[in-house]
């Protein structure tokens, strides 16, 4: 965290954070709409098993991801500017990680997973309101990591173009910080929740999505 050279690379963005904020928004969401809609035919065909592979390697990052933003929570509270701006670096950067990792699941898979509650399973006599839990844990991951990202992006940009105290005196990162941090939180919990009741509570089958 330090203020940005009046000159330097980071000026224009420190002059306008909202903007440079939606930019980058935009090309994210265009990023994913994209891939989901098929227009970037740059993704090698995966198998199912490579696909698993990924969905584990996800969900390991995003524990960790997890553990990093409540541990930079932690030391923000306990006032350890550095560690706490070094869990946050970490965990905006295993977003990435996650990000291109996600992309290539999606734009190679071979279709989508759902969810198969059999009986004899764990509460396989309410398979029906266990899948309806399960589809509204997934449905709120989904929102969640919609709506955090420019919410998640405003509050690194702040952090990357201003010194500590100017963070505290000059900008709401402390307001958008707790936003961003809550909001991520819960959207990585109930991905990695959704995960482990799709790939080992429960069964699933292979989908061929048209979008």
Do not use: C
């Amino acid at each position: 965290m330090a203020t940005a050279d009046a000159s330097g690379p980071l000026a224009r963005v420190r002059e306008y954070p909202r903007a440079t904020v939606a930019v980058v928004s935009v090309i994210g969401y265009a990023a994913v709409i994209g891939t989901f809609a098929g227009v970037f035919p740059i993704f090698p065909d995966l198998t199912r098993g490579q696909v698993n592979l990924l969905s584990h390697a996800i969900a390991v990052v995003n524990t960790v991801t997890t553990v990093t933003i409540a541990l930079g929570w932690y030391w923000i509270r306990r006032g350890e500017v550095r560690r706490h701006a070094a869990a946050m670096g970490t965990s905006f950067g295993l977003i990435l990680v996650f990000l291109v990792m996600y992309l290539l699941k999606v734009g190679g898979g071979p279709g989508e997973k759902r969810i198969v509650i059999e009986s004899g399973m764990f509460l396989g006599a309410f398979a029906g309101t266990v899948e309806a839990v399960y589809l509204a844990m997934l449905a709120i991951h989904i929102l969640l990591s919609v709506v955090s990202v420019p919410v998640v992006l405003y509050a690194i940009t702040l952090a990357a173009t201003h010194s500590v105290e100017e963070l505290r005196t000059e900008t709401p990162h402390r307001k958008i910080g707790r936003i961003a941090a809550g909001s991520w939180l819960v959207s990585l919990t109930l991905g990695v929740v959704t995960y482990v009741l799709l790939n080992w509570v429960y069964a699933y089958e292979f989908v061929e999505v048209s979008y």
